[in-house]
């Protein structure tokens, strides 16, 4: 069964970067699109951008535009998503999650997700 | 302010139904492009309960139903339940925005 499994909770300075991975399993990791989406304490869920892990394009929310970067391993089935330039609003716990080989489309399958809590 | 509207609350009674509304535009639901709901229990990852508008993946029972209609979307819930208390969530693809867009959630209560 489709499985991902995300990195651990991380604490960050302001200013600084974090790096989430979500490892997949269970599937071609090459043929679904992996998306990142964050949830602040106590609000919603908002979407951050999409990767294609068999060609490695990419597509980010113009919030985030110039600050994430998402990138992947073919070789350990891996995505990786890195926020810099890190403010206290970036507190959140980041979610990746996949819709299968369509762009757009439901998010069937969710990593349990990564709390970043940025503090000085 | 998300790009769709959901109310922030709604309640019932165990047994009686509900309906969460989702409000969008000519770019996303108004469009055509489809909705999804999620439903997130407190502390757990997000867990798609209706695609394309209509549609409930395996194991989510039928007491869950979608529809749409122009810019609009709506979730129902009938024989509520306890176990039902949980945020819910409406998605669709923007295309002014290029990107997918989430409401703010709708938080039920189970009297």
């Known amino acids: 069964q489709v499985q991902l499994v995300q990195s651990g909770a991380e604490v960050k300075k302001p200013g600084a970067s974090v790096k989430v991975s979500c490892t997949a399993s269970g599937y071609t990791f090459t043929t679904y699109y992996i998306h990142w989406v964050r949830q602040a304490p106590g609000q919603g869920l908002e979407w951050m951008g999409i990767i294609n892990p068999s060609g490695d394009s990419t597509n980010y929310a113009q919030k985030f535009q110039g600050r994430v970067t998402m990138t992947r391993d073919t070789s350990t089935g891996t995505v990786y998503m890195e926020l810099s330039s890190l403010r206290s609003e970036d507190t959140a716990v980041y979610f990746c999650?996949?819709?299968?080989?369509?762009?757009?489309?439901?998010?069937?399958?969710w990593g349990q997700g990564t709390l970043v809590t940025v503090s000085s | 302010q998300s790009v769709l509207t959901q109310p922030p609350s709604v309640s019932g009674a165990p047994g009686q139904r509900v309906t969460i509304s989702c409000t969008g535009s000519?770019?996303?639901?108004?469009?055509?492009?489809?909705v999804h709901w999620y439903q997130q229990l407190p502390g757990t990852a997000p867990k798609l309960l209706i695609y394309g508008n209509t549609n409930r993946p395996s194991g989510v029972p039928d007491r869950f139903s979608g529809s749409k209609s122009g810019t609009s979307a709506s979730l129902a819930i009938t024989g509520l339940q306890a176990e039902d208390e949980a945020d819910y969530y409406c998605?669709?693809?923007?295309?002014?925005?290029?990107?997918?867009?989430f409401g703010g959630g709708t938080k039920l209560t189970v009297l």
């Open positions: 000519s770019s996303n639901i108004g469009a055509v492009y489809d």
């Open positions: 998605q669709s693809y923007d295309s002014n925005l290029s990107g997918w867009v």
């Open positions: 999650a996949t819709g299968g080989t369509e762009v757009i489309t439901a998010f069937d399958y």
